[in-house]
């Protein structure tokens, strides 16, 4: 091809020139083919692309089709079932209900509910009327020493900066939950303008890098801290220990994102790079991430203080929990982020390959909590990929108290899952710092939106409440939510994930299947005590760890 091309260029290069000689007019001709010959010639000697090198001008086909592959997809070849990280069906939900259109589907499920994996809920007789139930049902967050509980909404807007979306989303969003009475978590970014203007309620996030909360040398700056808590507009603070997306990973925000603006909201040096460390510089260990909860809530003349994590190391949340009962300090929520949890931008091994999946995380740590009897101090919010009222079911059956979103209300907002949320040239207007694009995204069309959807999510879990005979989500059980695990078998959830008694991590002989994580663990440490454990004799277990009733109790 590279011969070709000399032989096609040449050509191009005597035909102008004879052309130019024929007619004057005609030398406008070489505006087509002088770009033509140029770019071939730098491509031939260009040093590093293979296939625009052996095939000047025409290999750069290749990268154009790459650009344009994820929209032909989406739209001309992949079915309503099988896109992904959303397929369409679920994306067209979230756009039916922001936009308040008919939500309903005609001709029966496009599932295949003889697949493994589908799951479906086990309805009652005895139904009862969505117009007898409370169709807006709270959360009571606050343990006992805890003086400003919140009185949550089932569904909740999860962790997004401001920075990785733009300034008109974060008002959409914070708009939305202003109107809808729920709450928004502002991500590990800080408290910007763009969260105070509307004045919607805040779960104020707190991560490794202490944004908004930190000295100059990164570490904790508990007066920075106080100032900001003490806010009426916030209501929570979350202390991020790991996010499904990327656990256990780090970050850097690179000196050109790092504007006057960003510099003031993070309290970070102007025009450079900012490290965000993989953990927590603060404490290091569970009973110095107990204290830190105390003192945060203390700061915060009592407000609800919990943490958010993706569970990796079993043994490290058994250690938590055995500082709780040790120290009498108790979170007021924990937050589970799933695996499968979104982020702007993770290294792909991390986001394909790293962290327990929500529906495991949320029974573990309900199991763990149960078992030492400290579920009753503690909410836990679930989160991961929760776009319907099925999912919110699904997730409180599990043990969640309530759930959090982020890319259900990116799509409330008009995402399309372009998937250019790294790139900053999202074209809604969403993930980008790009003022052009931004202006694509009309604040209050899309603050109704956001309302919208999270309104009629919920409404819908309820509609699922009453289909099953049950008036609050506290009654759900995990007997409640079915799942075909091969073409002829099917579990509920108490089948999958059996419950164990309360207080059974209390004292000896534990639970089977927990045996081995209280041995690993120990309150003064997250790393496990000794991999190498002495054989634990699961004769003596307890011998009721793997069955309960239908009702759960």
């Known amino acids: 091809m590279r011969k070709a091309f000399v ?36 491509d031939l000697y260009q040093p590093k692309h293979s296939i625009v ?29 099988n896109g992904t990280p959303y397929n369409r069906l679920n994306r067209s939900l979230i756009y039916q209900r922001a936009k308040k259109d008919n939500d309903t589907i005609p001709f029966g499920t496009q599932l295949n509910v003889y697949e493994n994996g589908y799951e479906w809920l086990s309805h009652s007789i005895a139904a009862i009327s969505h117009h ?74 707190i991560g490794t890098g202490y944004f908004g909360c930190r000295n100059d040398d990164g570490t904790f700056n508990y007066d920075a801290y106080a100032e900001r808590a003490k806010t009426d507009q916030v209501k929570m603070i979350e202390i991020k220990l ?8 780090g970050g850097m925000l690179p000196a050109k994102k790092v504007t006057a603006e960003v510099a003031r909201i993070r309290l970070v040096p102007e025009g450079k790079d900012v490290l965000s460390p993989p953990s927590h510089s603060a404490f290091n260990s569970p009973i110095g991430l107990l204290e830190f909860v105390k003192s945060l809530r203390d700061l915060s003349d009592g407000k609800p203080v919990g943490f958010k994590l993706c569970i990796g190391r079993k043994s490290e949340f058994y250690a938590i929990c055995k500082a709780m009962i040790e120290t009498g ?8 982020d799933g695996g499968e949890g979104g982020t702007g931008a993770a290294p792909q091994e991390f986001s394909n390959s790293v962290g327990m999946p929500l529906r495991e995380g949320v029974a573990f740590v309900y199991d763990v909590l149960n078992g030492f009897d400290l579920k009753k101090h503690i909410k836990i919010i679930a989160s991961g990929k929760v776009a319907t009222g099925f999912d919110l079911v699904k997730n409180i059956s599990l043990g969640a108290d309530m759930c959090n979103a982020a890319r ?8 399309i899952q372009a998937l250019e949320c790294n790139s900053n040239t999202c074209p809604t207007g969403v993930a980008t710092q790009d003022q052009s694009l931004m202006k694509g995204l009309v ?3 899309k603050t109704v939106r956001v309302k919208n959807f999270h309104n009629l999510t919920v409404a819908s879990a309820v509609e699922l409440l009453g289909a099953a005979g049950l008036k609050e989500t506290s009654q759900l059980s995990r007997a409640y939510i079915n799942r075909r695990v091969s073409p002829s078998v099917m579990q509920t959830y108490l089948e999958s994930f059996p419950y164990i008694p309360a207080g059974s991590l209390l004292q000896t002989p534990y639970p089977t299947r927990f045996e081995l994580g209280m041995a690993l663990s120990s309150s003064k440490s997250f790393a496990p005590t000794d991999y190498k454990v002495s054989a634990v004799d699961y004769s003596h277990a307890n011998p009721y760890s793997d069955t309960m009733n239908d009702e759960g109790h």
Not at 22 to 38: A, D, E, K, M, R
Not at 54 to 79: A, C, D, I
Not at 329 to 336: A, G, H, K, L, N
Request: with cysteine; charged share 15%; glycine share 12%.
């Open 7 to 42: 032989a096609i260029a040449a050509f191009l290069i005597a035909l102008t020139i004879m052309l130019g000689l024929y007619h004057p007019f005609l030398w406008w001709t070489f505006l087509f083919t002088g770009p033509f010959v140029i770019l071939g010639v730098y």
């Open 53 to 81: 090198r052996n095939y000047p001008v025409f290999g750069r086909l290749r990268y154009f089709m790459e650009e344009l592959r994820p929209k032909v997809y989406q739209y001309f070849v992949e079915s309503d079932t």
């Open 132 to 205: 007898e139930l409370n169709l807006d049902p709270r959360v009571l967050v606050g343990g006992p020493d805890c003086k400003k509980p919140y009185s949550a909404s089932i569904y909740n807007i999860s962790a997004m900066s401001f920075g990785s979306l733009s300034q008109n989303a974060i008002l959409a969003l914070n708009g939305g939950a202003k109107m809808g009475n729920f709450a928004h978590n502002t991500g590990e970014g800080g408290i910007s303008d763009y969260h105070r203007q509307p004045s919607g309620d805040l779960i104020w996030q």
């Open 242 to 249: 790991s996010q499904g997306a990327k656990p256990g990973h």
């Open 329 to 336: 300090i108790y979170p007021d929520f924990i937050t589970v």
């Open 408 to 415: 259900g209300m990116m799509f409330a907002l008009g995402c």
């Open 443 to 445: 604040v209050g069309d």
